[in-house]
């Protein structure tokens, strides 16, 4: 088996990042596509509303709703883009701090990743011994049948080389570059979308929950209800 010498990150160079929509930064993007939704799902089913549609569906009769909801449509409507304003001047500020956007750099960041759970590997050996089991041995005698697994089991040392300009360095096995790469594209991104959801919803909520608590906010908010 190979030693534990990591296999070395590509070189990259970073280009600007052309907007999804030509003249529209992103970033902008952004802060348009959450509002326009918002509109377009409350249009939706304002006209299932007006037009009495699916009212087998629903869960208050429209007399229920009649009759708790107090706020006028304007004053629903005015509120809406109050809050709208403050989380789009939020998001302008914050954009105030965002680097430029490029790209270029995903191989290298995926090999990054790859490293780390190349890395991560390491631990087996020790995790196989507490429990009693010989990592080098077993590895050792499946080498020839499954040599990715025995690499695994070894702690991340594997016969694979690559070659490049300065000779042959050692590579990643294939399961490790699919890995990082669920980390990177997949694992990652649905982290962030869960913490901005996250950052989203409790805005929401305090603010929801300040209308009802204070008294001048109570009155003027379109959530005021018997």
């Not at 009649?66 to 809050?83: G, M, P």
């Not at 991104?189 to 204070?214: C, E, K, S």
């Amino acid at each position: 088996m190979s030693n534990h010498t990591l296999p070395p990150l590509p070189d990259y160079t970073l280009k600007p990042l052309p907007p999804l929509i030509s003249g529209l930064p992103d970033a902008y993007l952004a802060l348009i596509l959450p509002i326009a939704a918002y509109w377009a799902v409350s249009l939706f089913f304002h006209f299932i509303d007006e037009w009495d549609l699916f009212p087998q569906y629903r869960l208050h009769t429209p007399a229920e709703v009649l009759k708790r909801n107090h706020a006028t449509r304007w004053e629903v409507f005015r509120d809406v883009i109050i809050q709208q304003i403050i989380q789009t001047g939020v998001g302008i500020l914050l954009t105030i701090f965002d680097p430029e956007p490029t790209y270029g750099k995903e191989d290298y960041d995926v090999a990054s990743w790859a490293q780390r759970v190349r890395i991560a590997q390491r631990m087996v050996p020790g995790l196989l011994a507490v429990a009693g089991l010989d990592a080098g041995l077993i590895s050792k005698n499946m080498a020839s049948a499954h040599p990715m697994l025995a690499g695994l089991l070894g702690g991340g040392s594997y016969d694979i080389f690559q070659a490049t300009e300065k000779g042959s360095v050692p590579a990643f096995a294939d399961w490790e570059i699919l890995a990082a790469k669920a980390i990177y594209h997949i694992a990652i991104p649905a982290l962030q979308f869960g913490f901005a959801i996250l950052i989203v919803d409790t805005w929401q909520y305090f603010w929801h929950r300040a209308m009802h608590l204070n008294k001048w906010l109570y009155s003027k908010s379109s959530v005021n209800s018997s």
